[in-house]
């Protein structure tokens, strides 16, 4: 299974966010990474959880207006330019990447990031054939995994997190 992140568009206002992290709080859905952003009346929030389907549903059910989106698994060298090597592939196949997100997760000495792009399959095509993406790093790295490799929190802890 692929890694897959959430995202949502809500209103930029307190205790918005509280919402969702009680939504999937109460339906025991981890949360193993969260971005935000907001511009003028708008808040961005992208998710990483251990059961998107499940969050998708409860969300939606919810009032929200989830979206998911499949994300690609990167490594990278650990040193500068690495990551603007990936980007400079996918400009010149004319890719338009739309998310990325720095993982915890490693294979072997390597760093990996998680990105979406406008085709995803083409960007993993164009990312193996200049050896950034790989086999194994797909397999590495799915939600729960990122979950997995976390350490360990009581599951009571999970509404506090956000």
Known sequence: ????????????RPGTLAGVA??????RINVAALAVDS???KGHVRLVVSDPDKAMRILAKAGYEPEIREMLAVRLEDKAGSFLRVLEALAKAKLNVQSVAILVAREGNHPLVALSTNDLAKARRILQDAGFASQLAERLV?????LATAPTIPQESVGLLL
């Open 142 to 146: 799915t939600n729960s995994d990122l």
């Open 22 to 27: 009680r939504v999937l709080a109460k339906d």
């Open 39 to 41: 511009v003028a009346a």
């Open 1 to 12: 299974m692929s890694l897959r992140e959430i995202s949502l568009t809500l209103p930029n």
